[in-house]
């Protein structure tokens, strides 16, 4: 079964950083380019960013540029967010994707408050 | 990044029929489409369309999706009560190099 598991959402306080991972099954991940989309409560879909299956291209919303990183591990089968500098308003339900969305997880859950 | 434009609201009756658009520009929804979204509440969104018309498997053929110009629309056809949910559209932008997702769309059924 081809599935996305999440985790590593949690309370941080403003400026901290986190490091969110989504463990694929069922498909090789790097065959992929996947992605992480974001929801605040109550609000809709945000794409966060997206990396090519073999890693050569990685792209960031504005908002996140300079403070998230996207990457990979193939042996884990595993795609991260590495978050640093965060704001209150990066406080979201994180889902990673895959492709053309065609795949999602049930998201982890990110809260910036001091 | 610009988003894609959705009307936030549409209400129709059960076993009608409803069409909801999404707008974009030449370098997003009018370069290759736009995929399509569902999502009930608290749930993750699920893939209804992509390519403008192509379905994954599993999903009923009451959802169809189309493209004219800038502007895509998926149509939902019977209108059964499990389609009360937001829908999204989103497509990748060949200019800014990202993906823009729309504001969503609540529908209602009646």
Redesign the interface.
Known sequence: EVQLVESGGGLVQPGGSLRLSCAASGFTLSTYWMSWVRQAPGKGLEWVATLKGDGSEKYYVDSVKGRFTISRDNAENSLYLQMSSLRVEDTALYYCARNIMDVWGQGTTVTVSS | ?AGLTQPPSVSKGLRQTATLTCTGNSNNVGYQGA?W?Q?HQGR????LS??NNDR?SGISERFSASKSGSTASLTITGLQPEDEA?Y?C?AWDSSL????????TKLTVL
Request: proline letters at 14%; hydrophobic letters at 30%.
């Open positions: 990044q995929v979204l999502q993750p969104p699920k893939l992509y390519r994954p937001d999204y989103s190099t990202a993906w823009v997702f729309g504001g969503g």
